[in-house]
T-cell receptor, first 110, second 115 residues
Framework: RKEVEQDPGPFNVPEGATVAFNCTYS??????FFWYRQDCRKEPKLLMS???SGNEDGRFTAQLNRASQYISLLIRDSKLSDSATYLC???????????FGKGTSLLVTP | DTGVSQDPRHKITKRGQNVTFRCDPI?????LYWYRQTLGQGPEFLTY????????KSRLLSDRFSAERPKGSFSTLEIQRTEQGDSAMYLC?????????????FGPGTRLTVL
């Protein structure tokens, strides 16, 4: 079983739509949580960290549920430029490595 | 450009050959990481350096793989006797270190194709 599980999609949504991605992690020692964005054939870039209290950055909202070991990302008012792969990422307390999910592919259409 | 750089960007080699990749981290970053990404998968951790010390290695890093960071600045990743299964994108990342949140910044990667 992979440590971080995501629905690979693809999610095809029209501009302006709201879309939500979910992710589960298996290691209860996980300490830090992130969403990264990866454009086609490019490197991953940090989108946002995820905090227990939930956090928002513009159109993006991230939530963490430690009891259920579940992370979510909500994108409101989708833009064409949001089309990318969104990677759920977890770091175990004792280590420095980032554990990535497979990613969820999003395509926003006109 | 002050980001993480990697060289070469693409490498095509024949099975059995040795290859070496280079990573130059962001200048003030003392932590450096290597990851591997295959098609349809997220990056997988390979190894981590704090300055010149290699502190963590994944089970994925077989004995054909070796990584160095001799002076605590740039790093090299060598793959000996390449196999077709080594074909992947090799990503390097660096971070500043210290306490608290420590963002890892990724380089553009080296895409390896083993024929």
């Amino acid at each position: 079983r992979k440590e971080v599980e995501q629905d690979p999609g693809p999610f095809n949504v029209p501009e302006g739509a709201t879309v939500a991605f979910n992710c589960t992690y298996s290691n209860s020692a996980s300490q830090s949580f992130f969403w990264y964005r990866q454009d086609c054939r490019k490197e991953p870039k940090l989108l946002m960290s995820v905090y227990s209290s939930g956090n928002e950055d513009g159109r993006f909202t991230a939530q963490l549920n430690r009891a259920s070991q579940y992370i979510s990302l909500l994108i409101r008012d989708s833009k064409l430029s949001d089309s990318a792969t969104y990677l759920c990422v977890v770091r175990i307390n004792s280590g420095y490595a980032l554990n990535f999910g497979k990613g969820t592919s999003l395509l926003v259409t006109p | 450009d002050t980001g993480v750089s990697q060289d070469p960007r693409h490498k095509i080699t024949k099975r059995g050959q040795n290859v070496t990749f280079r990573c130059d981290p962001i200048s003030e970053h003392n932590r450096l990481y290597w990851y591997r990404q295959t098609l349809g998968q997220g990056p997988e951790f390979l190894t981590y350096f704090q300055n010149e010390a290699q502190l963590e290695k994944s089970r994925l890093l077989s004995d054909r793989f070796s990584a160095e960071r001799p002076k605590g600045s740039f790093s090299t990743l060598e793959i000996q006797r390449t196999e077709q299964g080594d074909s992947a994108m090799y990503l390097c990342a660096s971070s500043l270190g210290g306490g608290g949140f420590d963002e890892q910044f990724f380089g553009p990667g080296t895409r390896l194709t083993v024929l």
